[in-house]
């Protein structure tokens, strides 16, 4: 099990969702959230006072395209209900996140609570299912505050209602400012059963009260157990 980092006052939001790593995940065919810079509302989830500072909308991905073509292992929708990652020791519950009436993402009400966007694919369809949790969140570590540290390799484990755990792999992880956060790279349409976790990272912004990163661990289906 890796060493696990001192929690950081500064390292806050969870990154999806309004600070938190919220799921926004575009369908295969899909269109991604329009205005690359802040569709990311996932990015911006909590920040450390339990605030939600985004105000900007995301625009739940278009329906999947017939003819695209696909590759590696998928399975049907299933609401996500627990996410394991052993390198970090991390093992939390996985909520169902909606849009407010403003537009913007819903955030988990706590620090060890992952969100997923339901208006995106579950995690092992096809497509790039999104989990958004926070770094820091009233004065309390996050779930994702270490998913910076992940690797090509490390498993992500989702448990599904339907009893179904989708095993995804690690395949990258990377930092982007929130002012040019790569929408179409993160939730466009892909070939296989992706997923995204995301956070905030980076410095905390005092003047904004946002922090001005958001780090993304891309990840692929690799074993279906049960």
């Not at 969702?17 to 329009?34: K, L, N, Q, S």
């Not at 909606?98 to 096809?126: H, I």
């Not at 969140?137 to 989702?158: C, H, K, N, Q, W």
């Not at 990377?174 to 997923?195: C, M, N």
Request: hydrophobic share 40%; glycine share 14%.
């Amino acid at each position: 099990m890796r060493r696990r980092w001192p929690a950081l006052l500064t390292a806050a939001a969870v990154l999806a969702v309004g600070g938190t790593a919220v799921v926004v995940a575009g369908r295969a065919g899909g269109t991604p959230p329009p205005n690359p810079a802040g569709a990311v509302t996932p990015a911006d989830l909590a920040e450390p006072t339990g605030e939600t500072p985004s105000r900007n909308p995301v625009t739940p991905p278009g329906p999947a395209g017939a003819e695209a073509l696909t590759s590696g292992n998928l399975l049907p929708a299933s609401p996500p209900e627990r996410v394991a990652i052993p390198a970090l020791d991390v093992s939390a519950p996985v909520v169902g996140l909606g849009l407010r009436t403003d537009g913007t993402m819903e955030v988990p009400t706590g620090a060890t609570t992952v969100g997923w966007f339901t208006g995106a694919p579950a995690p092992g369809s096809l497509g790039p299912a999104v989990l958004a949790g926070h770094v820091d969140y009233r004065g309390v570590s996050g779930t994702f505050a270490e998913l910076s540290t992940l690797r090509p390799g490390d498993e992500v484990r989702i448990t599904r209602r339907d009893g179904r755990t989708a095993v995804f792999a690690v395949t990258r992880v990377a930092t982007y400012p929130k002012s040019r956060f790569p929408s179409g790279e993160v939730y466009g349409p892909i070939d296989h059963a992706g997923l995204r976790l995301i956070t905030c990272g980076g410095d905390f912004d005092r003047r904004t009260g946002h922090y001005v990163d958001n780090v993304v661990a891309y990840a692929r289906l690799r074993n279906v157990l049960g």
